[in-house]
C-alpha cells in the first residue's frame, strides 16, 4: 500500500483524454487534487465532470503546451487554486504517421514542440513551485517508440519520446536541489482516443503482437505515475519504466507462437 496522496496538488497536462486522463482518474482517485490541462474546452469540462462525479477534486485549464506563457500561466493558476504543487505530469502529445519522404519539414518542428519542449516548459514552470514547496515530483510520459522500437512515418514521434528521455537524464541531476525527483512511463499500445485514430486494423494488429495479449488500458499507466509520485519512490530519479505488456520482449514472431 502506498502512502497516500490525498490532498496534494497535481497536474496532468493532455489530462482530458487517453493517458492522461487514466493518470488524472488515478490520481483524482487517492484524494489529490488535479488540474487537466489540454486545449480542447469541451473535453476537458467532461472529463472533469466524470472525475468529480465519482467523488474527484478536478478542475481544469486551457492550454498549448508548446506555448511557454500558456504553459507558465496554467501552472501558476494551479498551484495558486490547488496551494501549491506537488506533482507535474507532462503528458500531453500527438504522433502523426507521416514517412520522412513526404514530411513537411514544419510537421517534423510541431511534433518536437508538442512532445519535447513541452517537457521542459512543464518542468521549468513548476521549478519555483518545487523551489517553494522545498520538494516535488515530475512524471513524463515517453514511449517504446524511440527509445525500443521504431515504426514507419513515426520518425519524429520516435525522436521526440527518445529526446524526453535524453532531457530526463540531466533534468534529474538539476532538480536534485529542489528534492525533486523526475521520471518517466514508457507506454506500449494503450486503448486512447488518439490510438483508435490508427484504425481498426493497427489495433489488432498490436494487440497480436503482445505477449499479453491485450492493449493497456489507460488507468495501467496511471497506476505507474502513481508510484513514481508516491513518497515510497522517493530515492528514484531520472529513471523509466516500461509498461507494455511484454510488447517489446519477444525476439521473433515465432516467438510469440511459443506462448
Ligand atoms: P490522445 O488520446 O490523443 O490524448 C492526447 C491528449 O493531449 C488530449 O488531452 C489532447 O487534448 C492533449 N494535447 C494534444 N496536443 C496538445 C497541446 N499542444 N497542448 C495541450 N494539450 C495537448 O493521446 P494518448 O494516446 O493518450 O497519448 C498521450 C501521451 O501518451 C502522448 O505523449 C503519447 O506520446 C504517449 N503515448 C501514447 C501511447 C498509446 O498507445 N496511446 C503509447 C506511448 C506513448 P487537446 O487535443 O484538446 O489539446
Redesign the pocket.
Known sequence: MLTSLKGKSVIV?????????GIAKVFAATGARVTL????ED??KEAADAMNAAGGDVRYAL????DWDSVRAMVDDAAAAQGGLDVMCA?????PQTKIVDMDPDEWDNVMA??LR?SFLCVKAAIPHFDKAGKGRVVL?????GPITGYPGWSH?GAS?SGQLGFLKTASMELARYNTTINAV?????Y????Q?LGQDYLDTMAASIPLKRL?A?EDIGNAALFFASDEAGYITGQQIVVDGGQTLPESLEALDEI
Do not use: H, Q
Open positions: 497536462t493532455g489530462g482530458s483524454k487517453g493517458i492522461g486522463r490541462a489540454s486545449r480542447g473535453a476537458l492550454c498549448d503546451v508548446s503528458n500531453a502529445g500527438y504522433y508538442v512532445n513541452s510520459t515517453s514511449s517504446i517508440t514521434y519520446k514508457m507506454p506500449g499500445n494503450i486512447t482516443e488518439g490510438l485514430g493497456g489507460i
